[in-house]
C-alpha cells in the first residue's frame, strides 16, 4: 500500500472550500500530502479539521481562478508558503448554470468558460511550471470533468455546462502527451451525481436521478475521493491522458 502513499508531497485543489474539492483535499491530506486549496469562498469548518486529523500543513487563499491576475498572486504566495513544492495539482473549481440552450446569453456563458475552461487550464499551467521549475519528477495534474462530458443531465438545463466539461476531458491528453517529458502525468476525473452544495438546491433532481444510476444511490462527497487520491499516487503511475469516470454506472447504464 506504500505506492498510495502521498506523505512528503505538496498538492494544490482548487475549488476546495467545500465540496467535491474539499473531499479531494482530505482524501490527499489522509494520503500524507501537505494540502492548500483556492476558493472564492472562505472553507468551511470541515477544512480547519484536516491539519489536526492528519498532521499536515494545510493553508487557504482567497482566489478567483478566472481572473489572470488573482491566481497568479494566489500562485505567488503559495510558492512562498510552501517553499516552492508541488506535487499535485486538481483544478476542481467550477460553476453551473440550470438555463436553457434558447436563454442561455454570450455573458452568462462566457463566465462559465471563464471557470470552467480557462481557470481549469491556466491553474494546470501554472502548477506544471511550478513543477518543473522545482524538478519534480513525479507530478500528477488531476482535472476535472464531469459525467456532463459525456451525455446530456437529464431534467437540467446545462448544454453550456457540458460544453465546458468536455473541453476539460478533451485537453486532459494534449497537455499529457506535451508534459510527459517534464515526469508530469495529467490525468482527467468524471464524478457523476453527487450531493455537494451544486446540486442541493435541485432535491427533486437528487431524487430523480437514483433509478438513473446503475447502483441506485445518488453518491456522497467521500464516495469519489478514492479516485483522486489513486490519480495522485504512485499507484497510478503507469496512467496519463486518461479519464477515469466515478458515476455508479450512470453512462454504462
Not at 452568462?108 to 470552467?116: A, G, I, P, R, W
Not at 469519489?224 to 491522458?241: Q, W
Amino acid at each position: 500500500m506504500s505506492r498510495f502513499s502521498l506523505k512528503g508531497r505538496t498538492a494544490l485543489v482548487t475549488g476546495g472550500a467545500r465540496g467535491c474539492g474539499l473531499t479531494f483535499a482530505e482524501g490527499l491530506a489522509e494520503a500524507g500530502a501537505d494540502v492548500a486549496v483556492f476558493d472564492v469562498i472562505p472553507p468551511v469548518k470541515a477544512f480547519y479539521d484536516i491539519e489536526k486529523a492528519y498532521g499536515v500543513k494545510t493553508k487557504h487563499y482567497i482566489v478567483d481562478v478566472s481572473s489572470k491576475e488573482s491566481l497568479q498572486q494566489a500562485f505567488d504566495s503559495f510558492r512562498a508558503d510552501f517553499e516552492g513544492k508541488l506535487d499535485i495539482c486538481v483544478p476542481c473549481a467550477g460553476i453551473n448554470r440550470n438555463i436553457g440552450f434558447l436563454d442561455t446569453t454570450f455573458e452568462e456563458h462566457q463566465t462559465l468558460l471563464s471557470v470552467n475552461v480557462m481557470g481549469v487550464y491556466h491553474t494546470a499551467q501554472l502548477a506544471a511550471k511550478q513543477m518543473i521549475a522545482n524538478g519534480t519528477r513525479c507530478g500528477s495534474i488531476i482535472l476535472v470533468a464531469s459525467i456532463a462530458s459525456y451525455m446530456a443531465i437529464r431534467s437540467q438545463m446545462s448544454s453550456a455546462y457540458c460544453g465546458t466539461k468536455g473541453a476539460v476531458r478533451a485537453m486532459c491528453p494534449a497537455i499529457a502527451a506535451e508534459l510527459i517529458k517534464y515526469g508530469i502525468r495529467v490525468n482527467s476525473i468524471s464524478p457523476g451525481y453527487v450531493r455537494t452544495e451544486m446540486t442541493a438546491p435541485f432535491p427533486h433532481l437528487l431524487e430523480s436521478w437514483k433509478d438513473e444510476i446503475m447502483n441506485g444511490k445518488v453518491a456522497e462527497p467521500e464516495d469519489i475521493r478514492g479516485g483522486c487520491v489513486f490519480l495522485a499516487s504512485d499507484a497510478s503511475s503507469y496512467m496519463t491522458g486518461q479519464d477515469l469516470c466515478i458515476d455508479g454506472g450512470v453512462t454504462k447504464w
